[in-house]
């Protein structure tokens, strides 16, 4: 596996991912999880609207009375706020790390922007990252040749390492994607070309900056 900080590295790796309300922009975030080498984040909202049913029955999550619930268990909640807040002190204490998750492109991340912009972190935040990958194009680009299904991140975990886990649960997703990053092993010049920022997430300028050359694009 590769850790946080492989010999080498010259940036420690963060491995996130969210669970929300539903699958359009407008969602709201109920889990945020993070993980690094052994270092991990699990934080739970509370969100103001119900879960949608779809996703209610992918994630198992569910309001009733303003109270979160997990497969019909209430979680301990924070804030929005203190979620973010205490996500940002995380990869702070990391050392600007490369962010990486799957399909975050153009779900996750753009959803984190808009809820940073509204509490005013997103300075704070990008201050805090040296960039972000999106797991989803990369694989493609390094298992093309497999004749793969999918590359949804659950059957990447089945096909390479041969295992099952308890998917769309963002603490064993991020846990299984550095277990797969690990695996895969991508070298920096395809990290580069799959790496980008929260100001190039909705813009065409992302393509050029992908295909640029880039310095110190993560572990080697």
Same mark, same amino acid.
């Given at each position: 596996?590769?850790?946080?900080? /492989? ?10 991912? &969210?669970?929300? !309300? ?9 889990? &945020?999880?993070?993980? /690094? ?26 309001? %009733? ?20 807040? /205490? ?34 972190? %997103? ?15 990369? !694989? %493609? ?60 997430? /909705? ?18």
């Amino acid at each position: 596996m590769q850790t946080a900080k /492989s010999e080498g590295a010259q940036r420690p790796l963060v491995f996130f991912d &969210l669970e929300t !309300t539903g699958l359009d922009q407008q969602c709201e975030i109920v889990q &945020l999880a993070a993980v /690094s080498g052994l270092h991990s984040l699990n934080l739970y909202i509370s969100p103001r609207g119900p879960v949608q049913p779809g996703a209610a029955r992918v994630t198992g999550f569910r309001v %009733r009375g303003r109270r979160l619930y997990l497969h019909h268990r209430p979680v301990l909640t924070n804030s929005l706020r203190e979620v973010l807040v /205490s996500f940002i002190a995380f990869l702070q204490m990391l050392g600007h790390p490369l962010l990486i998750g799957h399909n975050i492109r153009h779900f996750d991340c753009p959803l984190l922007v808009r809820c940073l912009d509204q509490l005013q972190l %997103r300075a704070e935040f990008e201050a805090s990252v040296s960039g972000c990958v999106d797991t989803l194009p990369l !694989t %493609r680009e390094l298992l093309k040749d497999r004749g793969l299904q999918s590359f949804g991140q659950e059957n990447l975990v089945r096909e390479l390492l041969g295992v099952n886990y308890k998917a769309h649960d963002a603490l064993e997703d991020v846990r299984a994607l550095q277990t797969l990053y690990g695996a895969l092993q991508p070298q920096p010049e395809v990290i580069c070309r799959h790496r980008f920022t929260l100001d190039t997430i /909705s813009s065409k300028r992302a393509e050029t900056a992908a295909k640029a050359p880039c310095r110190n694009p993560g572990p080697q």
